[in-house]
């Protein structure tokens, strides 16, 4: 996967077409895609901000590895040398995608093990202990230190100040703000790479859900020099800020996406392959579900940490969330509930102070929406586990977003871009059942194009990993 594809957006194209030509020389240059485009697409304070935090990030890297120095290789990790390594990461989306499949490989007796980095560690094995998933092989950073450490760290500090160098020479812009990232991503790439690449040797596949960021884009990078089958499960939403960078073979979860890649993205065929995804499977067979929609209490909004999204623009979230709050008095004439469902990484005091009248709920998702009888986010993917419990979805769309992906092109979900627009339609759904019952069935209709294999996912994916 590499610079065929395409992108919408003008800074974005020109930051990948840099990154492009820097990688042909600097192989770790691609990752900085990442933070390129998001820590100064908006604009120069919240790219100023970020920069202060990226130095903070690369000098509690250095002295993290400078430290090893003295107190020596501390490697408590090892490997049971199975044919199937997976990358995990504290992120949700992630974990969502990758702990099915871990599930279905323990009880298939399929020998895995997981890469998780040490910082990353505490959170995970705290959601898996929530899942029941008892892992016995974990790898960490420390398994890949070369045995003549301090050697090594000098050796790969010069060639990562070489890099840097190149970079501040380089034709990419925001080049200044960026050049402790790149420091920090080539000291890596030069003390971990032949190690991981050794390593991978052994393995048949390599499993995660992207390949980003520090540890998951570097085993990416180094398994695609081996014969070991690199493959990512699709986590999220298809957009071009999670396009992969390194991986053989991408699993979309259905038809949709995988023309998105295709015909938006100008992806190889070859990369692509429809999997659907085991998380919805799963989350369907957790419901009980107990009213038909129609008569369920609650008109719920699904919230998203947008407050701090550069990308979206915090004021205009605010605009929208109080278009929800404006639905109450319609609520009340049909006798229903305004409900606020958290995400967990939401803040809430940033919210606006609501009435008392509004409920809000950090209970599971499955327990909320078996009370709902609509739902409205923003874009987030709700929408897909909405479906499997029969609710329709209202996308809120402020017009001056700079980032949102619409569904109801698709027919997947419903828009409103106004509050007039969003009253008009709440009042239709509820006044309505006919109107209503149609709106459902067109959701049902569309998600199955956007997830495959319903109820086989697993199957399909067990018989991928031979």
Known sequence: MNSHRQFHDPQWKHAIEAMDKLSLKLPWAKRLRHPYYFSFKRN??????????????AFLFFFKHFGKIFSGKQTNSSTNNSPILILLDNNTAYLNALLP????LQQNNKAFECFIPKDKQAAVLKRLHQENISLPNIVDEDFFLPKNYSTSFFKAAFFAKSGMLKWIFGNAKKKFFLFQNVW?????????????????????????????????????????????????????????????????????????????????????????????????????????????????????????????YEALGTGLYAEVVQWF???????????????????????????????????????????????????????????????????????????????????????LTMKASSLNELQALIEKLLSDENYFNQVNSNTQKSISQFLANKNEVLNEMLKWLK
Not at 44 to 57: D, M, P
Not at 247 to 273: I, Q
Request: with cysteine; hydrophobic share 40%; aromatic share 16%.
């Open 44 to 57: 120069f304070k919240n790219g100023v901000k970020l920069y202060f935090s990226h130095w903070a990030e």
């Open 325 to 411: 709050y404006e639905l109450n008095a319609i609520a009340k004439k049909y006798d229903k509930q305004l409900l606020i469902k958290w995400h967990q990484l939401d803040n809430e005091s940033l919210y606006p102070k609501f009435s008392e009248e509004i409920k809000t709920s950090k209970n599971n998702l499955a327990e909320v929406l078996a009370e709902t009888f609509i739902g409205i986010t923003v874009d987030s993917a709700i929408m897909f586990e909405a479906a499997s419990a029969d609710v329709p979805m209202i996308q809120l769309h402020h017009p001056n977003f700079e980032r949102f992906i619409d569904f109801s092109k698709d027919g």
């Open 101 to 104: 499949l871990i599930k279905a």
């Open 184 to 308: 920090q991503y080539a000291l890596q790439q030069h003390l971990y790479g032949n190690s991981v690449q050794q390593f991978l040797q052994t393995k048949k596949y390599l499993l995660g859900a992207g390949d980003h960021w520090f540890w998951d884009s570097l085993f990416y990078f180094e398994a695609s020099k081996t014969n070991c089958q690199n493959i990512i499960l699709q986590h999220g939403l298809m957009g071009e800020f999670n396009y992969p960078i390194h991986s053989k073979k991408y699993w979309v979860w259905g038809k949709h996406d995988y023309e998105v890649m295709l015909n938006d993205f100008k992806a190889n065929a070859k990369e692509l392959e429809i999997i659907g995804s085991a998380h919805f499977d799963t989350f369907a067979q957790k419901l009980n579900i107990t009213q038909k929609t129609f008569e369920r209490k609650s008109i719920t909004f699904f919230t998203q940490p947008y407050f701090k």
